[in-house]
């Protein structure tokens, strides 16, 4: 993957805070030039915070938001978002490393406020143990050198710090194929699976961890794998993301998230309570993978 500069990584949260700031004003048939000449800063200067081409200040959030009627939640966040809208350090350290699809969930996983996931496939990257990261690497990419499945764990370590430093709340539906599917060997499945166990205790990590089980993986859509991103008060930034091979879909309509919404609560009533998740952890650790713990 060929290397970025700095300055041709975009900064998703100046965007998705653009975006958000045009849609309002959009949303209650405000014109532009209007909107412009109330807070008093020329059409151009209003294009180009609505398109991202500027930093976007604290104070010309704060107006418009006063312009727009936004409510107090919605607007802690855009203030906040504000604040940190070029912020771009874990993006910049790991250019090389992160796919140019998953660039803007990288970012926005490091302010959301919940994180539901519905992972079939493999363990959620931010849970996964570097052995895993490894192996998965080593197994997609055969011919990944020795500093490149270094980096890869780099990434995923700066990852999951970033966002453990965030404590969001996170809702993790693993399907029990996960579980079974070799990847390494048995000590790295073995080992994998304590962590989840581990992590699935830990306060600190604010998560609740289920298990789809075999007996129960008929449901409609369980076949593949979506994170909805959700920014507190503020419903009208949540973000679907689904990711395939080589790209990624980025879903922000109130009603595609709404029907992930739906479709992971009935995922999560057919899946194995926390307690029994971690049973099935334990039971698997031995039986499956030959684990003495």
Same mark, same amino acid.
């Given at each position: 993957m060929a290397e970025k500069s700095e300055d041709e990584i975009v900064p #998703?949260?100046? +965007?998705?805070?653009? $975006?958000?700031?045009?849609?309002?004003?959009?949303?209650?048939?405000?014109?532009?030039?209007?909107?412009?000449k109330w807070a008093g800063f020329s059409q151009s200067t209003l294009s180009r915070i609505e398109n991202a081409k500027q930093r976007i200040q604290v104070k010309h959030v704060r107006l418009l938001a006063n312009r727009y009627g936004l409510e107090a939640g919605e607007l802690a966040l855009l203030l906040s978002m504000a604040e940190k809208s070029d912020h771009r350090g874990l993006l910049v350290a790991h250019a090389s490393t992160i796919p140019d699809f998953a660039a803007a969930y990288f970012d926005l996983e490091q302010i959301a406020v919940e994180m539901w996931v519905y992972e079939p496939g493999v363990v959620f990257g931010l849970l996964q143990s570097p052995e895993y990261v490894r192996a998965l690497r080593q197994r997609d990419?055969?011919?990944?050198?020795?500093?490149?499945?270094?980096?890869? @764990?780099?990434?995923?370590q700066a990852r999951q710090d970033a966002v453990v430093a965030q404590r969001p709340t996170i809702r993790l539906v693993l399907d029990e194929a996960v579980l079974h599917r070799?990847?390494?060997?048995?000590? @790295?499945?073995?080992?994998?699976?304590? +962590?989840?166990?581990? @992590?699935?205790?830990?306060?600190?990590?604010?998560?609740?961890?289920? #298990?789809?089980?075999?007996?129960?993986?008929?449901?409609? %859509?369980?076949?593949?794998?979506?994170? #909805?991103?959700?920014? %507190?008060d503020s419903p009208v930034m949540n973000v679907v993301y689904t990711e395939h $091979?080589?790209?990624?879909?980025y879903l922000e309509a109130p009603l595609d998230v709404s029907r992930y919404v739906d479709q992971f609560n009935l995922i999560s009533e057919s899946a194995l309570p926390p307690a029994d998740s971690r049973t099935l952890l334990t039971t698997l650790m031995t039986d499956l993978w030959n684990s003495t713990d």
């Open positions: #998703i949260r100046r +965007r998705h805070l653009a $975006i958000r700031l045009r849609k309002a004003r959009e949303e209650r048939g405000l014109l532009a030039e209007a909107v412009a990419q055969p011919t990944a050198t020795a500093e490149e499945l270094r980096a890869s @764990v780099a990434l995923r070799l990847v390494g060997s048995d000590a @790295v499945m073995a080992d994998q699976l304590r +962590r989840l166990r581990e @992590v699935s205790t830990d306060p600190s990590m604010n998560l609740t961890l289920q #298990i789809l089980p075999f007996a129960q993986g008929g449901q409609y %859509g369980v076949g593949m794998g979506f994170t #909805i991103l959700k920014f %507190g $091979i080589q790209s990624a879909s």
